[in-house]
C-alpha cells in the first residue's frame, strides 16, 4: 500500500485508557494504555505534521487517490469502555483532537455483558479455581 499512495496515513487504534493498575494479574493489560502515553502519541503526530481527522474514510479515499504530501493520523476507540471518558477525552480535548468510537451494537441496546472483566475480577479474588468441561473437572 506505502508504494502506490506513499505512505498517505495511518489509523491507530486503541482499547482503554486508564492509569497504570499495580496489581499482579492484568491478563488484558496489552490491551491497554495510560493518558500519558495518548498525550505523547498526539503530540509526536502533531511534531511530525500529521493532521489528525475524524473523516478518516473520506480522507483514506481521498489521499490514496491524491497521494497527498501531508500525512495524516486517524484515532479510534473500541469497545467504548468508562475509562475513554474519564481518562482519554481529557486528553483528546485538551489537544482539540477529533476522534472515531467504535461502540459494541448490544450495549446502548442494554443487551450486552462485559464478562471478560468480571472473569478477571473472579479470577483475580480467588485462591483457587475449578471449571467442569465435557463433564471433567478441572482445578486451577
Aim: hydrophobic letters at 40%; one cysteine or more.
Amino acid at each position: 500500500m506505502e508504494r502506490r499512495a506513499g505512505g498517505a496515513g495511518v489509523i491507530l487504534r486503541f482499547e482503554r485508557v486508564r492509569p497504570r493498575k499495580s496489581a499482579g494479574f492484568q491478563p488484558l493489560k496489552s490491551h491497554e494504555i495510560t493518558p500519558e502515553f495518548l498525550d505523547q502519541t498526539i503530540r509526536a503526530c502533531e511534531a511530525l505534521g500529521n493532521s489528525i481527522s475524524y473523516r478518516w474514510m473520506k480522507l483514506v479515499k481521498e489521499r490514496l487517490r491524491l497521494a497527498a504530501p501531508r500525512r495524516f493520523v486517524c484515532l479510534t476507540f473500541d469497545g467504548c469502555y468508562k475509562d475513554l471518558m474519564t481518562s482519554a477525552y481529557p486528553v483528546l480535548s485538551r489537544h482539540g483532537v477529533p476522534f472515531t468510537v467504535y461502540v459494541p451494537t448490544a450495549f446502548p441496546d442494554g443487551l450486552g455483558e462485559a464478562w471478560w472483566l468480571a472473569l478477571e475480577e473472579v479470577i483475580a479474588r480467588e485462591n483457587r479455581l475449578s471449571l467442569v468441561m465435557d463433564r471433567k473437572e478441572w482445578a486451577l
